[in-house]
C-alpha cells in the first residue's frame, strides 16, 4: 500500500525466484527490467548494505505492529517498511483509525516512536489507495498472521509489509530476507490461515 520501497528493490534487483501459489506465493519476474539495468554499483553496494544491517536488528516488524497498534484504541497498521538508509534504523509504519491514515516512524532497536505522526485524512489519497484500503477493511486475516505466513513459508524475516493490487484482485505483500536475498511474497486477505491451507501451500513448477 502507498509506497513500497522494497517491492521496487525486489524488481530492480532481479531478486524474485520461483512463482508460489495457493496462500502464499511468490512472485518472479523472467526478464530483467529496465531498472534494474540503471542501478550503478554504488547503488546495489547501499542495498545489499541495507540488507545486511536488516539481519540485525533485533525488533520484528510484527513487534512493531504490536507497538503501532497499541498507541491507540482501534488503530490498525496497514503498512510497514524497514528503512535502514537513515541517520538511525528505523520502520516507517502507517495505521487506519477514524477514516485517517497516520505515518510514524519506530525506532528499529528500542521500538519507541520517533517525532510526532504525519496524518493523512483517507479523502486526501488516490483512488488506488482508497481501493486498498477498503479490502484491508474486509480482510479476514491480521497483518500479524500475515507477517508469519510470509516468514514461515519464505524461511526469512520480514522487512516489509502492505496491501496491494496485481491482476484486479487485493493481496498482501509481504517482503522477506532470506539468506541475504530479498522474497516477495502475497498473502490472500481472505483466506484465513489454517493447518490445510498452511500444508497446501505449494511450489509451481
Do not use: C, W
Not at 502507498?2 to 525466484?17: D, G, N, P, Y
Not at 554504488?42 to 540488507?51: K, P, V
Amino acid at each position: 500500500m502507498f509506497a513500497k520501497r522494497f517491492t521496487e528493490l525486489v524488481l530492480a534487483t532481479a531478486l524474485s525466484t520461483i512463482p508460489m501459489s495457493v496462500l502464499a506465493r511468490e512472485f518472479s519476474d523472467t526478464t530483467k527490467p529496465a531498472l534494474a539495468q540503471q542501478l550503478s554499483d554504488s547503488d546495489r553496494d547501499a542495498i545489499f548494505q541495507e540488507i545486511k544491517v536488516f539481519a540485525n536488528v533485533q525488533i520484528s516488524i510484527r513487534q512493531v505492529i504490536a507497538i503501532a497498534e497499541n498507541r491507540a484504541v482501534g488503530a490498525k497498521v496497514v503498512d510497514v517498511s524497514f528503512d535502514g538508509q537513515a541517520d538511525r534504523l528505523a520502520y516507517r509504519v502507517k495505521t487506519y483509525l477514524h477514516d485517517e491514515i497516520s505515518a510514524v516512524t519506530i525506532d528499529a532497536s528500542t521500538g519507541k516512536t520517533v517525532g510526532d505522526a504525519i496524518v493523512t485524512p483517507v479523502s486526501a489519497l488516490d483512488l488506488k489507495d482508497k481501493i486498498e484500503l477498503a479490502g484491508f477493511g474486509t480482510a479476514v486475516i491480521d497483518l500479524s498472521d500475515v507477517v508469519s505466513i510470509a516468514e514461515t513459508y519464505g524461511s526469512g524475516k520480514a522487512v516489509s509489509v502492505g496491501l496491494d493490487e496485481k491482476g484486479g484482485k487485493l493481496i498482501f505483500l509481504v517482503v522477506v530476507v532470506t539468506d541475504g536475498s530479498l522474497r516477495q511474497i502475497s498473502v490472500d486477505p481472505n483466506e484465513a490461515p489454517s493447518p490445510l491451507r498452511k500444508a497446501s501451500v505449494r511450489e509451481k513448477k
